[in-house]
């Protein structure tokens, strides 16, 4: 089975701090994402990965980054966190870019 | 602009009975089609694909149907379960088109009532 874990399910930060979201997945995928979940507006595209090193902006990536030093792992980094980027995040895998990605459970971000 | 719509925010069924999503896409190059369920605080968990060069993919009590001069694709639930009740996602891709991934609809949120 296919596992894509989150490093925390809750996280609770101060706005201006900086916060790192890990994902790790373990089915050697190449490509990785990450997208935010709010309501009525679906999953939005925030940044993905095809291979280590490189990454790519997705539809909303303002305030974001990310790093992919090895395969298995795509962190996404708010520089500085803003109560506008209270969302769920959700990271998720997939051997080919177009095929079935499988996600991770996904991390409640609230920014206070 | 939306390339995949899904215009009912919500929809209510009665246990038993056929659950029908609607999917709506712009984008003429999409040859790939998902349908993701998700429950709260969980990922979503991918049900049922269908490749443009079909008009029809089921399995078990999930069909999707894929109407491609319509630009339209459906998901029936048959029969309808207390556990389907979900937020269910509508996803499009282009095979061909490089790395850009899935394009995902803004969802369906399904009520399955007793």
């Known amino acids: 089975d296919v596992k894509v874990t989150q490093s925390s399910r809750y996280l609770v930060k101060r706005t201006g701090e900086k916060v790192f979201l890990e994902c790790v997945q373990d089915?050697?995928?190449?490509?990785m994402f990450w997208y935010r979940q709010d309501p009525g507006l679906g999953l939005r595209l925030i940044y993905f990965s095809y291979d280590v090193k490189m990454k790519e902006k997705g539809d909303i990536p303002e305030g974001y980054s990310v790093s992919r030093e090895k395969k298995e792992r795509f962190s996404l980094i708010l520089e500085s966190a803003s109560t506008n980027q209270t969302s769920m995040y959700l990271c998720a895998s997939s051997t080919d870019s177009y095929d079935e990605q499988y996600f991770g459970p996904g991390t409640r971000l609230t920014v206070t | 602009d939306q390339q995949v719509k899904q215009n009912s925010p919500s929809l209510s069924v009665q246990e038993g009975r056929i659950s029908i999503l609607n999917c709506d896409y712009t984008?003429?190059?999409?040859?790939?089609f998902l349908w993701y369920k998700k429950y709260p605080a969980e990922g979503p968990t991918f049900l049922i694909s269908i490749s443009s060069i079909k008009d029809k993919n089921e399995d078990g009590r999930f069909t999707v149907f894929l109407n491609k001069s319509a630009k339209h694709l459906s998901l029936h639930i048959v029969p309808s379960q207390p556990g389907d009740s979900a937020v269910y996602f509508c996803?499009?891709?282009?095979?061909?088109?490089?790395?850009?991934?899935?394009?995902f609809g803004k969802g369906t949120h399904l009520i399955i009532q007793p």
């Open positions: 089915m050697d995928h190449e490509n």
């Open positions: 984008n003429s190059m999409f040859d790939y």
């Open positions: 996803a499009a891709s282009d095979s061909g088109g490089g790395a850009d991934g899935l394009t």
